[in-house]
């Protein structure tokens, strides 16, 4: 492992760059995303900050943005593994908010979230989130639930092939769309994340329907190279 000097300005914003050599046993594209992590500083900022991965902060620079997770909102996670965004979410909405997280990995107990193993293509998958937000909400407010905000991290696995991927995580989209539709309250809020090309324009219109604003953001925690942004719906007129 080798470093450059500091003056150099290809640095990041710690000041110095680490290159990383390949191993016997570490293969070239181990080698670079070991390489990446450690001259990534949004790696640095979760482990001081306490989140569980850097991803956290692409959720804190579109709340700061969009404003989503107004303090005793009820918040849908979905994709939450490894919990960084549910961790935000807790933070945010407070000991009076709601905030329950589903994903296909176990994911280790956030203090104020309820997160479960679950398939959100599962057909049960909805009814028992649901059932998850009427629990809580009984047990905090004494009445039935709805949502006040529903994000989804959710991906599927990449194939390489930009038109097929594509596809399918915009298909995760759809299905979490349709979801929010069920259950948010006027005024609720929707983000998802989708691929470069944006939202497909068929469930485009129906965000131009259902929201009053529909935006398309890229977070700057979002690295550069990624082909990820996020549409944020808000205003959602139920």
């Given at each position: 492992?080798?470093?450059k000097?500091p003056?150099d300005?290809?640095?990041g914003?710690?000041?110095?760059s680490?290159?990383?050599?390949?191993?016997?046993?570490?293969?070239?594209?181990?080698?670079?995303?070991l390489q990446?992590?450690?001259?990534d500083p949004?790696v640095?900022?979760?482990?001081?900050?306490?989140?569980?991965?850097?991803?956290a902060?692409?959720?804190?620079?579109?709340?700061?943005k969009?404003?989503?997770l107004?303090?005793?909102?009820?918040v849908?996670?979905?994709?939450?593994?490894?919990?960084?965004?549910?961790q935000v979410?807790?933070q945010?909405?407070?000991?009076?908010?709601i905030?329950?997280?589903?994903?296909?990995?176990?994911?280790?107990?956030?203090?104020?979230?309820?997160?479960?193993?679950?398939?959100?293509?599962?057909p049960?998958?909805?009814e028992?989130i649901?059932q998850?937000?009427v629990g809580a909400?009984?047990?905090?407010?004494?009445?039935?639930a709805?949502?006040?905000?529903v994000?989804?991290?959710?991906a599927?696995?990449t194939t390489?092939?930009?038109p097929?991927?594509?596809?399918?995580i915009?298909?995760?989209?759809?299905?979490?769309?349709?979801?929010?539709c069920?259950?948010?309250?006027?005024?609720?809020?929707f983000a998802?994340?989708?691929l470069?090309g944006g939202?497909?324009?068929?469930?485009?219109s129906?965000?131009?329907?259902?929201?009053a604003t529909?935006?398309?953001a890229?977070?700057?925690a979002?690295?550069?190279?990624s082909a990820?942004?996020y549409?944020?719906a808000t205003?959602?007129?139920?």
């Amino acid at each position: 492992m080798t470093t450059k000097k500091p003056s150099d300005k290809r640095y990041g914003s710690r000041g110095v760059s680490v290159r990383v050599k390949t191993a016997k046993m570490r293969s070239n594209s181990s080698a670079r995303w070991l390489q990446r992590q450690l001259n990534d500083p949004y790696v640095e900022k979760a482990r001081n900050a306490g989140y569980r991965s850097r991803a956290a902060f692409k959720l804190v620079e579109l709340d700061d943005k969009f404003h989503l997770l107004k303090p005793g909102a009820r918040v849908v996670d979905l994709g939450c593994a490894p919990g960084g965004w549910a961790q935000v979410a807790v933070q945010r909405v407070g000991a009076s908010g709601i905030v329950v997280g589903c994903d296909l990995l176990e994911v280790p107990e956030v203090t104020g979230a309820t997160l479960i193993v679950q398939d959100f293509l599962a057909p049960e998958a909805p009814e028992i989130i649901k059932q998850l937000l009427v629990g809580a909400e009984a047990d905090k407010r004494g009445g039935n639930a709805l949502a006040d905000v529903v994000l989804s991290d959710m991906a599927a696995n990449t194939t390489g092939h930009t038109p097929t991927d594509h596809l399918r995580i915009m298909h995760l989209c759809e299905l979490a769309y349709d979801f929010a539709c069920e259950i948010l309250a006027p005024g609720g809020t929707f983000a998802c994340k989708v691929l470069k090309g944006g939202t497909e324009r068929e469930l485009l219109s129906k965000m131009q329907r259902d929201f009053a604003t529909v935006k398309h953001a890229k977070p700057k925690a979002s690295r550069s190279d990624s082909a990820e942004s996020y549409v944020v719906a808000t205003g959602f007129r139920g």
